[in-house]
């Protein structure tokens, strides 16, 4: 080929963008004349098939473009990359992601942890089973309402529970069903009811006559 290689490979700023067909146009702004634009280049992506990758590089970022004749109509995006505006992460032991909307995915295999931070809603919706298993503890806290359902069956089984409520709602409970229980049961500051029938106010019929009185 008698093409240069400096023309068949160029670094250029992206200045429009064309998601509907992953396509680019690009700035060069290594001449000593007016800027030239390239024609719209397909950005290159691991798979646009049955299985599809889609990732189009922003207006400003810095790409290689590869071009296959003469002139910038017909080529390729190969990637992007970094510029002393936007230095990478520096730990080669990270796989980073960060959005321009703050949210930021990113795992650290030399500390061996995976660390998500979303700026918005996070929504799964799988099919077929989910299982998660923890070897150490675990920790859900919700700044709002937490509510769990099954259209089968809840079940929890663990050598001991604890349940507990604060900020003066109290913790209540509603069931229809059987309960069975071993061990006591304690009730402080409150009562107990059965169809109507309060435990601390209820009265029987004397033998000797009228009523006794309430529990003590």
Known sequence: MDMKMNELARVGFVVSRQPEKHRVRVEFRDTVTAKLVSGWLPVLVPRASADMAFDLPDVGDQ??????????????????????????????????????????????RAAHKLRASVRGDVEASVTGNVEVTLQGNGKVTAGGALELTSA??????????????????????????????RGNITVTGGDVTVNGISFLAHVHDCPHGGTTGAPK
């Not at 936007?86 to 321009?100: I, L, Y």
């Not at 507990?164 to 069931?175: H, L, Q, W």
């Open 63 to 108: 790409v290689l473009c590869l071009f296959l004749g003469n002139g910038l109509e017909e080529g390729f995006v190969l990637g992007s990359m970094y510029g002393a505006q936007t230095p990478p992460v520096s730990s080669g032991d990270k796989f980073h992601r960060t959005f321009s909307d703050g949210t930021t995915l990113e795992y650290d």
């Open 152 to 181: 089968a069956k809840i079940g929890l089984n663990t050598p001991a529970l604890s349940m507990g409520g604060s900020g003066g709602g109290g913790t209540e409970a509603a069931t229809q069903g059987n309960i069975r229980h």
